[in-house]
């Protein structure tokens, strides 16, 4: 078989053309990126994750202020690192502007800064309505920042950021898997780079161009260098992969570069000062790094991800007198991590409480594979098991939409008792909804119907409306509902709408010749 043109030949991974690839997807793809499904999000997108962080937020700013901090006449930053569509940052902020006004907290100036190079991505968030009234708020605002280069945030309206004025919470919900990253070979003590040569698919199997092929058809191959010293720009980052070559043998070690440089950026510019939590694929023990496929480099439709190696992240802010906490369970597919820099253990033992509680204990990953689990079991659950699964959730948004079908034929039958805690949780649901390809306003109005709510369910059908555009299911429902609250002539409207959306909807068809037979009879 002949072989593809060769685009590189043995470069270093972190400085691999495959990264600019990545960088004209995310620039190109914007939010449709996680619309279309071909980013994973919803596992750190939900209103269960985004009240486990608020809580380590709001604790770890009551230990840096008792251990004297914190100015109150300085604005408190949280910095999102590639804060893709935004859904993430909708929840955070809601949550925790409400557990700061319950809070020893209250009046101290927040701000969340949602962050990435990608301009279409900022963009997209200056357009969103949902975001722009928490930025008319004063809690929420958008800067570019790219791990790559940049040594300040430009923001949205013009300024930029150069430093802080208190300690920073840097938030990086799948991020470093997609930060630049070097592949270290130990064998037998010493240190090998582990260094990618990048072919396009032979011609016969392909015709597109290096602008052009997909990510997933270029053919890689490998090769190893020996480590030399100064290899890595920061030392402690020399100081890591030595003690890595000390203790471990026959593997391959992912060393996060590009998350690390950031890492320093905002240790510099907070003053040693910070706090970093960030859930992802990869590894939080040294162990896992004995594991067949070390680098976990993962195509997605345009671009790829690859493993985290938490531990590295760890080690570095402990190296430097910080503390880490992770996820201990091996199987878990989403784990978390947690580092905090700038006092002792006993300053920040409550952050580190708390973090256990919230973040390892039970936490994302382990919520996430519930909800995984009863979806594969088909939604068979009963309406208490489901209500008390969007309880466990935080009224996530996602999980009603996905089991709304389910919902809307167990309400019919339910006591008031029950149809009443329903409506409880879509109304709590509905404060994190945060807009994108799943029409939950649809599904929630369906519901209302479903319990002889026809009044209520209208105004989440009109919001369906106003923000999904026309749609011919969506009229249909209007319909159903202005007949159920004894309105027949709106209804008409509705079915007539819903016709011309669709002429082939034929219960449209046959509400309207209902509603005229009806019409006639009463002259």
């Not at 975001?131 to 300040?152: C, E, I, K, N």
């Amino acid at each position: 078989m002949e072989l593809g043109q060769v685009l590189e030949q043995s470069s270093r991974f972190s400085k691999s053309l495959l990264w600019d690839y990545n960088r004209r997807y995310y620039e190109g793809a914007g939010a449709n990126a996680w619309h279309t499904g071909q980013m994973p999000s919803n596992s750190t997108c939900n209103p269960f994750i985004a009240q486990a962080y608020a809580h380590t937020v709001i604790a770890y700013w009551k230990d840096a202020e008792r251990a004297g901090q914190i100015d109150r006449g300085q604005v408190l930053y949280v910095v999102e690192l590639a804060a893709g569509v935004g859904r993430f940052a909708f929840q955070f902020v809601t949550i925790l502007r409400e557990l700061v006004e319950q809070s020893s907290l209250q009046g101290i100036r927040i701000r969340y800064l949602m962050t990435d190079f990608a301009r279409s991505n900022i963009e997209a968030w200056v357009r969103h309505p949902r975001l722009a009234a928490l930025v008319a708020d004063g809690v929420l605002d958008f800067g570019s920042f790219d791990v790559d280069s940049d040594v300040r945030i430009e923001l949205a309206n013009g300024g930029v950021i150069t430093g802080f004025n208190n300690p920073v919470v840097v938030l990086a919900n799948y991020a470093f898997d997609s930060f630049r990253q070097d592949l270290v070979r130990i064998e037998k003590g010493e240190l090998f780079d582990r260094r990618v040569t990048v072919r396009m698919p032979p011609p016969d199997e392909s015709t597109a161009t290096p602008e052009t092929v997909p990510m997933a058809e270029l053919r890689l191959g490998w090769d190893l260098a020996p480590v030399e010293k100064g290899h890595w720009e920061d030392p402690v980052i020399t100081r890591i992969v030595e003690g890595y070559r000390q203790r471990l043998d026959d593997v391959t070690v992912l060393v996060p570069t590009g998350g690390l440089r950031a890492m320093r950026w905002f240790r510099e510019l907070s003053k040693g000062q910070m706090l970093l939590v960030s859930s992802d694929k990869g590894f939080t023990r040294e162990d896992e790094l004995y594991t067949p496929e070390p680098d976990g480099l993962q195509f997605h439709a345009g671009a790829f991800s690859m493993m985290v190696n938490f531990h590295a992240i760890g080690q570095w802010f402990v190296e430097q007198g910080g503390h880490y906490a992770a996820t201990a369970r091996h199987s878990l597919r989403l784990k978390t991590a947690a580092c905090v820099l700038g006092g002792t253990k006993q300053q920040f033992a409550d952050t580190l409480g708390v973090i256990h509680d919230k973040l390892l204990t039970f936490g994302p990953g382990e919520c996430f594979e519930l909800i995984e689990a009863e979806r594969q079991m088909g939604g068979r659950a009963e309406l208490d098991h489901l209500l008390a699964l969007v309880r466990l959730s935080n009224h996530d948004p996602g999980l009603v939409w996905q089991f709304a079908r389910r919902l809307r034929g167990l309400a019919a039958d339910a006591d008031e008792v029950e149809q009443r805690d329903l409506r409880t949780a879509l109304h709590h649901a509905w404060r994190y909804f945060f807009p994108g390809p799943q029409n939950l306003p649809l599904e929630i109005g369906r519901i209302l119907r479903a319990i002889r709510r026809p009044i209520e369910a209208l105004r989440y059908l009109t919001i369906a409306q106003e923000w999904y555009g026309a749609q011919a299911s969506v009229a249909l429902e209007i319909g159903l509902c202005h007949y159920e609250a004894e309105d027949p002539e709106r209804a008409l409207v509705a079915f007539t709408r819903a016709l011309e959306l669709d002429a082939t909807l034929s219960t449209a068809r046959m509400w309207t010749t209902r509603i005229l037979a009806e019409r006639d009879q009463a002259r």
